[in-house]
Every structure is written in C-alpha cells, then in structure tokens.
C-alpha cells in the first residue's frame, strides 16, 4: 500500500487545453512490462507553437507525423533540444514524477544555449500533467517499469538562412518500457572521438549532442561493446561520461564523479545519486580522474565498482572497460553492492514506494 506521505502534495490544478483523442486506444495491444527502450508510444502528444514571441498554450492530439517542410531549422542546423524524464506508477496506482522542475529548467537552459525562446515553466508542467491524464494507462504497473517522457522542442522555421530562428515548436510524447540495459554492460573508451569540449554544448541536451556520438557508439558495438567511455576532449585522459548517463567509480575509499565542468551534463539522476550515497554514509567527491586512474586501481584491487547513472538507465552497473589494448574486468555487481543499493533506493522513491524526505517526488 502506498504511503501518501511519500509524495509531497504540489500544485496539480491545470490549464485545459483542448483535446483531440484517439477514437480508440492501442494501450490494450501491448504487454508493458516487456517493452524495451523507446519503441512503442502512447496514445496522445502535446504540442505548442512559437511564433512572433509568443508561445500558444498548446493542444492535445493523436501521436502522430507533423507535416512539416524539409527546410526547417529544426533539420537544416540542428536547432532542437529535449529532455528525458519519467512517470511511475506507485503501489496504490497513482501517477508519480520525479523532480520534473529540474528537467523543465534544464529544457530551458538547452534552449537558450541554441538561442531558442525557453519554454515557459508553467507551459511545460501544464502540458505534461494534462497529457499523462489522457495516457494514464500507458503507464507500467508499479515495480514493471516506467513511462518515459519526452519533451523536445525545434525550429521549425521554413528557412535556411543561418541566424537565430524565429518559428518553434515544443512536444511532449511518451514512450512506456520495462528496462533500458537488461545486464550491466561493457564498455569501449573512445580516445579517437569527444562527446564534448570546453564552450561546447556538453552541459546541456540539444539533439546534436547524441547525433555526434553515433558514430563512437557503432564501433564501440562492433568491438562488442554497448556502450562508450567518453574522455576529456583536450587531453584525452579524464573520464567525463559514459554513453547516456554520468559516470561514478567506487575506489576502496570514496566514490568519484567527474564535476560539472562545462562538459558533463547535470543529471537529474546524478544530483540525487549522490545525495542518496552521501546519505547511506559514502564519501563522494566531484573530482576528476583519469582512465589510467581507473586502471591502475583495478590493479591494485581498489576500484570496487564502476556504474553509470541516467533518467533512462537509472543506475546501470559496467562489467568491463576496454580502453586501447587492455580490457579489466570488473567483479560480478553483488545485489549488496553500491550501485545496487543506490538504484534500489532511487527507484523505491521515485516510483513512490518509499518516504520521500527530500521533496522530489511529485503527483503527476
Ligand atoms: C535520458 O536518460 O533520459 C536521456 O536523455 C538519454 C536518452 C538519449 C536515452
């Protein structure tokens, strides 16, 4: 039974906008506790527009195709950001977000990096709790998974003149899945490719971030990797992130993740990641270290465990790092062990399972 407690009592009242509904529901079709990552879509969109400086206070309508012209900012200079967050179930089935705020002001951050117009917070919340009320149902039974929200907003100027663009559209769709990784994955260094660089976009979540990884991400699958280890751009030797999520290395002694320097993306799920290690009694420091750092420890037996942390992944445990010639193996992840412990609390909060005492979980 859930404990109303655990979900802090926030300003749930909505604007209505209007809504265009599916005639008939495809909810029923799929079993939500199977899906994988990012394939199925619910019922429903948000959408607002931009235009002559004002943002529209927006509409509900089918999931669905935007008619939209090849020459839109949005494609021609990759003028789009986005956000990744998530809705839970809790054990009495009602809806719960996680910190959305959080990802509402970081869409807003991305957006001004890109000279783009920020979508209004109030904008954003309004849309978001009034689509989740239409897809409500898309949601995974609590413990099954989580309802993935995407909001995403573009250029959609007709023009390819390069300056700031004037038309903009902002959506929110949702997309259910059960697990993002199914087992802890391996992991390939890249030192040939940089996610980031010092003035670049690395703290932020504009599209192009991910399109430039693509590449570093292919062959790392090729090598029989899921995943890269990004490095520093200037010296190719410190550890920034790894593919979707932040980083954090557990050394016999304290817990380190890289800090937010300009090229590490803030996450939701990091912030609260080290609260929650802190708050288990583990020494955590946002400090930079070296790849030789991680495998000269792994020599000595000191690197216990290394995890990466994302909306998406959640807490998601690396087994092996190849990095050149060398590949380290790391100790099978123990139920018991840091990161497990670390998810398994995260995940009791933001579902709504556990007593929320930092204000994060929200009614949806
Ligand atoms: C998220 O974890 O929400 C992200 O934004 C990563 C995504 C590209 C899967």
């Known amino acids: 039974m859930a404990n109303e407690a655990t979900v802090h009592p926030r300003e749930t009242e909505t604007t209505p906008v209007p809504v265009e509904r599916v005639s008939r529901s495809r909810v029923a079709d799929q079993d939500l506790t199977q899906l994988g990552f990012g394939r199925v879509f619910a019922d429903h969109m948000f959408l607002a527009e931009y235009e002559q400086g004002r943002w529209s206070s927006g509409r509900i309508l089918p999931y669905g195709p935007l008619p939209l012209p090849p020459s839109i900012t949005g494609l021609q200079y990759a003028l789009a950001v986005f956000e990744g967050m998530k809705a839970h179930r809790a054990p009495d089935g009602r809806l ?161 993740t890289p800090p937010l320097t300009g090229t590490i993306l803030p996450g939701i799920t990091r912030d609260s990641v080290i609260t929650l290690l802190r708050s288990m009694g583990h020494v955590v420091e946002e400090s930079r270290f070296a790849i030789d750092d991680v495998f000269a420890a792994h020599d000595r037996g000191d690197l216990l465990e290394f995890f990466g942390t994302g909306t998406a992944a959640t807490v998601t445990s690396v087994r092996s790092i190849r990095y050149r010639d060398r590949t380290i193996q790391l100790a099978p992840v123990a139920p018991d062990g840091v990161g497990g412990r670390v998810r398994d609390r995260l995940v009791g909060l933001a579902s709504g399972r556990d007593p929320d005492p930092y204000g994060w979980v929200e009614p949806a």
């Not at 903009?168 to 949702?174: N, P, W």
């Open 96 to 256: 719960v977000l996680f910190r959305p705020g959080d990802n509402a002001r970081r869409f807003q951050r991305s957006a001004a990096r890109l000279a783009m117009p920020p979508v209004p917070e109030a904008l954003f919340m309004n849309g978001l709790r009034q689509l989740l009320r239409e897809d409500r149902e898309w949601a995974p039974p609590h413990g099954g998974g989580a309802l993935y929200i995407r909001p995403v907003q573009f250029s959609s100027d007709p023009s390819i003149g390069v300056r700031p663009a004037e038309r903009f559209l902002f959506s929110i769709f949702t997309s259910p899945y059960a697990k993002y990784y199914a087992a802890p994955v391996d992991v390939m260094v890249s030192d040939r490719y940089a996610r980031a660089f010092p003035g670049g976009t690395g703290d932020v979540k504009p599209a192009g971030n991910y399109a430039g990884a693509m590449l570093a991400d292919r062959e790392a699958k090729e090598q029989g990797c899921q995943s890269v280890l990004w490095l520093d751009a200037e010296e190719r030797r410190y550890v920034e992130e790894c593919g979707v999520m932040n980083v954090f290395a557990v050394f016999r002694d304290r817990i380190l």
